[in-house]
């Protein structure tokens, strides 16, 4: 699957997590259910004390726990 399709496919299933190992193929895809509230949150204050933190030392980024990245093997 090229980077493009893997776009177009998370894109038509935003509802779900997934991966592609690095050789191109789909390795998992989890269906996660929405947090409660608490969790909510908790999650959102963790993040914003992080965010605070990288803004304030200004030496790295943040990101929240749906970005995607490729790894330098090639996997995302």
Known sequence: MSDAEFDQFCRL??????ERNSIGQIIQI???SPTFSDTGNRNV???AQV???A???GTGEV???ST???L????M
Do not use: H
Not at 13 to 18: G, K, T
Not at 72 to 75: E, I, K, L, S, Y
């Open 13 to 18: 299933n935003r509802d779900l997590r997934i």
């Open 30 to 32: 989890i269906v996660m």
């Open 45 to 47: 204050k963790v993040s």
């Open 51 to 53: 965010f605070n933190w």
């Open 55 to 57: 803004e304030i030392d």
């Open 63 to 65: 990101f929240d726990s």
């Open 68 to 70: 995607g990245f490729t």
């Open 72 to 75: 330098p093997n090639g996997a």
